[in-house]
């Protein structure tokens, strides 16, 4: 099994940022793209970046607006989520996911086997 964990949610004023971390544990082995999502009340969690193994990269362009950046630490089995210039809309529970597979990041959940139980974000205006 594969547990994730995120961290580096809280509370930040318009136009500030936050970093977010997801440490997976378990066997990471059998994980290889991972993401993140966002969800607010009363909506489908969305698609927000992805990346595979090897670096590769998927933005929900619609959402980052060249403000967010995934990353990963293969070594330490992290992957991280930079957030600058936070708007009031991005407030959400942001989730870590992780895939079983090779590939081009999904934009579904139902791309992704493994999920993290979520950290809030609240920007406030």
């Known amino acids: 099994q594969v547990q994730l964990v995120e961290s580096g949610g809280g509370l930040v004023q318009a136009g500030g940022s936050l970093r977010l971390s997801c440490a997976a544990s378990?066997?990471?082995?059998?994980?290889?793209?991972m993401a993140w999502f966002r969800q607010t009340p009363g909506k489908d969690r969305e698609f927000v970046a992805g990346i595979m193994r090897s670096g590769a990269i998927t933005y929900n362009t619609e959402v980052v607006k060249g403000r967010f950046t995934i990353s990963r630490d293969n070594a330490k089995n992290e992957v991280y989520l930079q957030m600058n210039t936070l708007k009031a809309e991005d407030s959400a529970v942001y989730y870590c996911?992780?895939?079983?597979?090779?590939?081009?990041?999904?934009?579904?959940?139902?791309?992704?086997?493994?999920w993290g139980q979520g950290t809030q974000v609240t920007v406030s205006s």
């Open positions: 378990g066997r990471t082995s059998s994980i290889y793209t």
């Open positions: 996911a992780a895939d079983k597979w090779d590939r081009t990041p999904g934009w579904h959940t139902t791309d992704y086997a493994y």
